[in-house]
């Protein structure tokens, strides 16, 4: 999968992104739970990697639960983008494959610019596939609600407020060429305006996309889009992309979205690609989750990023 061997898991506890707490406690619940015997890492182990775990990036609280202005806690996330900038990078330092643990969607901005800024001093462009029920595209002047992690993607792709495009001093983070979205099933009226005029509907690929088409089929010509890249492709997986049957554990669950299988499924067809860069899961809420069965399929959705397969 990776030609160093080694993966770096690194922990990104920032749910005041989110409208809802609880998300900054998945990334101890992946970490720590224990799952058919083993903890994650050993999972990952048993699969012939290195593990090194580095520990969590440090986050800047909220002095308050509610925050006024849009975006909400911009102060606070523009100070723990910088920690969590520095923490991805030692990573690529370390010749690590990231694994990143979120925390709420907010987290893409900074962890993707790490990365983007990393292959951009190879000269390289990097790609994404970014799995989501939502788009995540909204801007400032767009959101019903001024949360930060309904505006990555926008933020990535160069829009929204000016402190959070500039962070790194480049922007885009992401040539739009080399991005794909899958699972959108949940998009904002400003974000459907904002994937028009960017001219990126070709680059959705909804749930009625993989109705009509199936997973695999998606999967493949998102990949095809992504490894267009020079430098591979970083993935990005909301869990709220599952159907809630399988994934209850989330903030913003949606009717309607993938099976247990579909989301192993696709993650299994990007390990056999072998281009991926980083893989970042987020989203999983403990407060929310019933049995400990969201926590568990994070773990298990790493493992099939990995190459795990059931033969």
């Known amino acids: ?3 160093t061997g080694k993966v770096g898991i690194i922990g990104v506890p920032l749910g005041f992104g ?13 970490r720590l739970t224990r799952f058919r015997g083993a903890s994650l890492a050993e999972h990952i182990r048993e699969l012939g990697f290195e593990v090194a775990d580095h520990g969590d990036a440090e986050i800047s609280r909220p002095s308050a639960e509610l925050a006024d202005g849009n975006p909400k806690h911009l102060g606070e996330m523009l100070e723990s983008s910088r ?36 292959f951009r001093l190879k000269a390289e462009p990097v790609g994404l596939i970014w799995f989501d029920a939502h788009a995540d595209i909204n801007t400032p002047e767009t959101s019903p609600s001024g949360n930060i992690h309904g505006m990555p993607l926008a933020v990535l792709l160069g829009h929204g407020h000016p402190d959070l495009v500039g962070l790194g001093g480049f922007s885009p983070k992401i040539d739009p060429r080399y991005f ?12 459907r305006s904002m994937i028009e005029e960017l001219g990126l509907r070709s680059h959705f690929f909804t749930m009625s996309d993989i109705d009509k088409r ?24 909301d869990v709220d992309m599952i159907d809630p049957r399988f994934a209850p554990g989330s903030g913003t669950l949606v009717r ?38 969201t926590v568990e399929l994070a773990c298990e959705l790493i493992l099939s990023a990995l190459g795990k397969t059931i033969l």
């Open 1 to 3: 999968m990776t030609s």
């Open 83 to 118: 920690n969590i900038m520095d923490a991805i990078s030692e990573l690529f330092v370390d010749r690590e494959l990231p694994i990143i643990l979120g925390g709420d969607h907010s987290i893409a901005i900074p962890t993707f610019s790490a990365i983007s800024g990393h």
């Open 214 to 237: 199936g997973m695999a089929a998606c999967v493949n010509e998102a990949i095809s889009i992504a490894s267009g890249a020079a430098g591979g492709y970083a993935v990005t997986f």
């Open 256 to 293: 309607g979205g993938t099976t247990y299988r579909e989301a192993h499924l696709a993650l299994e067809l990007i390990a056999e690609d072998g281009r991926m860069r980083s893989f970042e899961i987020v989203e999983v809420n403990p407060l929310l989750d019933q049995s400990n069965i």
């Open 180 to 191: 794909a979205h899958i699972g959108a099933r949940d998009v904002d009226p400003g974000e």
């Open 18 to 30: 989110a409208g809802k707490t609880g998300s900054e406690l998945g990334v101890n619940a992946m």
